[in-house]
């Protein structure tokens, strides 16, 4: 088939290079976000797909909104018969929708209906789920509510990060979004309206939602920290200064003082630094100050001098 991938950030480059690299479609265009600055420079830089796109010789389109009457000549001339598209990060209008003859497939990271919306790796880890997964579906105008091709499942590990497990489905997604590709083709995929039952929804994760209360049990920071790393990024206050946090170790209660600490105290020992919460305390992994590099925990409580009593807030 004729296709036009659409995507932006590194998680989609995984699919377009498996589309790439198979034998019954060719990617006649690429779509994604436009340059945007980065670095100390500030100089605009080609997002992940973008690149890529460049490296293979292949058309890249970045249009301002994908309602752009330009945009939609142009897409209308490409004639693709199916538009796969992997966290492009812009609305779709129905102008869009209507272009290619199969229409728009998203893979989406996420067991639909559970998790539509933007960020729904962060979510599933925060939540505390055990089992997340991939889907593709056809887009629709309502958010990711279209019929579902097919899934794959991913377990989520103890000590996952949005980022390791984000990366995992990056990869399994890409081969569910080829072999969707292929079923469409074929004829012998046909969508499935997605339950009624089980939905929920994954917002933008921002920085403020990064910000940690140790006033929470130890099983929620940690869920907590794990699903903001690396993006955003964990963060807690100390001496009036925002202190990046890594993800944290959560520890039995028989291996510290059962006396406890207080939520958000810090307790510094040869070894480890303790911080209290609502139930046992938690150990601090790396963590970077403002202006300095990331260290372990312990080697910015040598030198910070932390005195006793001391909070994260």
Known sequence: MRLVFAGTPAPAVPSLRALLESERHEVVAVV??????AGRGRRLVRSPVGALADEHGIEVLTPRKAGDPEFLAKLTALAPDACPVVAYGALLPQAALDVPVHGWVNLHFSLLPAWRGAAPV??????????????????VKELDAGPVYGVVTEKIAPGDTAGALLERLSVSGARLLVSTMDGIEDGTLRAVDQPADGMSYAPKVTVEDAHVSFTDPATAV???VRSVTPEPGAWA??????????????????QVDETGLPPGELRVERKRVLVGTATKPVVLGEVQAQGKKRMAATDWARGTRIEQGERLG
Do not use: C, H, N, Y
């Open 222 to 224: 940690d869920r907590l």
């Open 237 to 254: 206050e100390f001496r009036g200064e925002r202190l990046k946090l890594g993800p944290v170790s959560r520890i039995d209660a028989g």
């Open 32 to 37: 994604t976000r436009p340059d945007a600055p």
């Open 122 to 139: 962060q979510a599933a880890i925060r939540a505390g789920d055990e089992l997340t997964g991939a889907s593709t579906f056809r887009i």
